[in-house]
């Protein structure tokens, strides 16, 4: 196959599919479409819409089996402030490194089968981490670590399938129901985790609840999921996609600053989430001893309530954060082009005091800490479709798996997987002694880090406002000599906000 030929959905695994449907057969598919007939994408409405609630369900799997653990250790004796570090090296390792092996073949072959062999792996290897005894926790370490080679599979790819669909607001709502499945799915982890090691006395069975689950969506995407055409719905006849080198790749997409202001404040979100997502339950375990409420954990499985209403909490937030997310900011589209950035910057802006209050007040009351938390979260969540959906509008289709390796590595280097462990360290050392007192004050001080972190983020995409319309505008009118000779930026002015 040539590579200007378009990827239909029995395509071999190592066609190259990056080229869209020339104007002609465009016009054609355009005059003659009907309802329920094929869109330029090569995929049907109804079928479409189904392949969304695929990839959602996959991404809800995704997130409840990462949090699945931290609802599991949460409860053990065991987890000391350092501990999380042991996870670290593998997972980033075999994260990072696969998550651009995974957008460059991504951007170039058959996604659904690269994303099918992905969640398999994946699948496998998290049902054999519930089988490693205690006594061998380096095979604990390797197998979970091993997990990110699925997830680098999947989170690369799935949302540039949903940019091949759908176009403008129709993207952005379904982007927008893709990623409810993050809050929920974590939500749910920490609920499985919890409640399932809890019951069993066995964190093993933790691990056994998504395995089964995942191999339903690899039969889901060999069978239910069809490759739509790479850029075909966006395609203009004036413009034509060209399949560039990856280092050609890289070098544009460091030269977009819409991509690269939005990545680093991505990466606050990250940061702010995975830093909650690990201590948050600790947090509030230790301000109900601090106060009184609880007693001391003794056991090796703890009082799981903590884990449960938090786990609860990130559901609700999650699904009003993204909803309210995506309304204001298409609402906000109307008066100015830049609504995204800014509807971004003012969820982390708006986190922040909440988060600072949450964590100040847990000394003095735990419901007024939870429903700062609750508010916290719901602005923190408003962030997730936008990003997506800005990623997708200012990067050219031939290259979204690509910057969507590039943003995961990013976000997730200097984000969630090293923020857990310097929260940790952090609290090590201002701990004066090991007295319930220093447990708590030491993990209370550390945490505010997070409030800091997302005024950083903010004002990141406060930046990201700035260049946001030029490169959106090089992106829809892409060619040959825009994608390999970018035009230079305008000068910054303040009156651009």
């Known amino acids: 196959m040539s590579r200007g030929e378009p990827t239909s959905d029995s395509a071999p695994f190592f066609s190259s599919d990056s080229e869209a449907e020339g104007p002609e057969d465009q016009g054609t598919a355009t005059a003659n479409q009907q309802p329920d007939e094929e869109s330029p994408s090569g995929v049907s409405r109804g079928r479409a819409l189904v392949i969304v609630f695929v990839l959602c369900y996959i991404n809800l799997l995704n997130y409840m089996d990462r949090f699945t653990v931290a609802g599991t250790l949460l409860l053990g004796k065991f987890l000391s402030e350092r501990s999380p570090l042991r ?106 985790g919890s409640q399932v090691s809890s019951r069993a006395k066995d964190w093993h069975w933790a691990l056994r609840v998504t395995p089964g689950l995942g191999l339903i969506a690899v039969l ?38 819409s991509f690269m202001l939005s990545t680093f404040g991505f990466t606050a979100v990250a940061f702010v989430t995975g830093s909650l997502a690990l201590w948050a339950p600790t947090f509030l375990f230790r301000a109900a001893v601090f106060n009184g409420e609880r007693a001391p954990c003794m056991e090796a499985h703890c009082e799981s309530s903590d884990s449960l209403i938090f786990g609860a909490i990130t559901c609700i937030t999650g699904v009003l954060g993204v909803a309210s997310g995506v309304q204001v900011s298409r609402q906000l589209r109307k008066k100015t082009a830049r609504a995204d950035p800014l509807v971004c910057a003012a969820g982390l802006l708006l ?72 929260i940790g360290v952090i609290s090590d050392s201002l701990r004066k002694n090991d007295s319930f007192l220093w447990q708590f004050r030491s993990l209370q001080y550390s945490m505010l880090l997070c409030a800091f972190v997302a005024v950083v983020g903010g004002a990141f995409f406060l930046a990201t406002a700035v260049y946001i319309e030029r490169d959106r505008e090089r992106a829809e009118n892409y060619n040959t000599n825009s994608l390999l000779f970018p035009s230079a930026p305008r000068p910054f002015h303040l009156s651009w906000f």
């Open 87 to 192: 996870f670290l090296p593998v997972f980033i390792c075999s994260y990072m490194f696969l998550a651009p092996v995974f957008g460059y073949l991504g951007d170039r072959y058959n996604r659904k089968y690269i994303m099918s062999g992905g969640i398999t792996f994946w699948s496998l290897v998290t049902l054999a981490s519930s089988y490693t005894p205690k006594e061998h926790f380096w095979a604990l370490l390797l197998t979970r670590g091993l997990v990110g080679v699925g997830e680098a599979s999947y989170s690369t790819i799935a949302p540039t399938i949903i940019a091949d669909l759908y176009v403008k607001g129709k993207r952005t709502n379904m982007l927008s129901i893709f990623y409810f499945a993050i809050p929920v799915g974590s939500g749910l982890g920490y609920i499985v």
């Open 220 to 257: 889901l995407l060999l069978f239910v999921v069809k490759e739509p055409k790479r850029g075909a719905v966006e395609a203009r006849p004036e413009n034509h996609l060209h399949q560039t080198s990856w280092v050609a790749d890289l070098r544009d997409l460091s030269k977009n600053c």
């Open 351 to 422: 986190c922040a005091p909440f988060l600072y209050l949450a964590i100040m007040f847990a000394q003095a009351s735990t419901v007024a800490t939870y429903v700062f938390i609750f508010f916290g979260e719901t602005f923190l969540s408003m962030n997730w479709a936008i990003v997506a959906d800005i990623l997708l509008y200012v990067v050219v289709p031939t290259r979204r798996s690509t910057a969507e390796a590039l943003q995961i590595v990013v976000s997730h280097l200097l984000g969630d997987a090293g923020s857990p462990y310097l």
